[in-house]
């Protein structure tokens, strides 16, 4: 068994704190939009927006972080071995069929992942996002006559909020389902944990796909030249 790097200190702090920041804004949210009653509305209301606040200041760290980084790299969306990942989700997995990606510090996500992760970032979080920010300064600025938001109904304004709320919980359900589908059922919440993903040696030795569309090709070649040098020491 071989441990890789896959998440580093940052990125594991970013997920755990957005997911958690994520379920809050939920569970907040859902009272405001009067389907459970826990804390009263106006304490969750006042809950929202703190941590609605505390989201969008992370959103602009993870961005700062990804962009300084080259992290982004690896959400750029790939068909390269997309069919056949597709194929071990719907079929491969259950025959006990091995991963046809590997997940490696320069490619961790499978192409099916950078889509659907692009998407969360691109179309999911920002229609929340943009929509809850309208919501909050709907009144305030119209007040004050600087933008007339409030020419955006408030009711479609909570539609397009509500909608990302729930595709949001949507996403979660599927996400939370994914992550068991790895080498065992806790293997990829592990490696989200500390960092590290196990490997066995011979998938570990085995080449990244293509490098894909992700990894800049110089990172991908000194990888490569690395992990040559390793397996003809470990050889000699
Ligand atoms: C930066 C992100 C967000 C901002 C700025 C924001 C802002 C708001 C605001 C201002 C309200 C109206 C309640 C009030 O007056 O305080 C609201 C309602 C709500 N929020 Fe958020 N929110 C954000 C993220 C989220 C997330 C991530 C979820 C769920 C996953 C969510 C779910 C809801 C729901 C369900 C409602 C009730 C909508 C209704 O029935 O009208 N919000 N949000």
Redesign the pocket.
């Known amino acids: 068994m071989k441990k890789v790097y896959v998440y580093k200190g940052f990125e594991r702090f970013w997920h755990w704190s957005q997911a958690g920041?994520?379920?809050f804004?939920?569970f907040?949210?859902?009272e405001?939009?009067?389907?459970i009653h826990v804390l009263g509305f106006e304490h969750a209301?006042?809950f929202?927006?703190v941590?609605?606040?505390m989201?969008?200041g992370l959103?602009i760290f993870a961005i700062f972080w990804h962009v300084v980084t080259g992290e982004w790299r690896q959400y750029i969306p790939t068909t390269q071995k997309l069919a056949e990942q597709i194929r071990f989700y719907a079929v491969g997995m259950f025959r006990g069929e091995p991963h046809p990606t590997k997940k490696t510090g320069l490619q961790k996500l499978n192409p099916l992942q950078r889509l659907t992760y692009l998407g969360f970032k691109l179309v999911l979080i920002p229609v929340?996002?943009i929509?809850?920010?309208i919501?909050?300064f709907h009144k305030s600025i119209d007040k004050n006559d600087l933008v007339v938001i409030s020419d955006i109904p408030l009711e479609s304004v909570?539609f397009w909020?509500?909608l990302?709320?729930f595709l949001?919980?949507v996403f979660l359900v599927v996400h939370v389902y994914m992550t068991t589908t790895g080498r065992t059922i806790t293997s990829n919440i592990e490696a989200m944990v500390t960092g590290y993903e196990c490997e066995e040696e011979e998938e570990a030795a085995e080449e990244p796909v293509g490098g894909v569309a992700g990894a800049p090709a110089a990172e991908v070649a000194e990888a490569a030249e690395k992990k040559a040098g390793e397996e003809t020491g470990e050889k000699a």
Not at 32 to 35: I, Y
Request: aromatic share 8%; charged share 5%; net charge positive.
């Open positions: 920041l994520i379920l804004l939920a907040t949210g859902f405001v939009h009067g389907s209301a006042l929202h927006r941590a609605s606040w989201l969008i959103i929340t996002v929509s809850g920010i919501y909050m909570a909020h509500t990302g709320a949001l919980m």
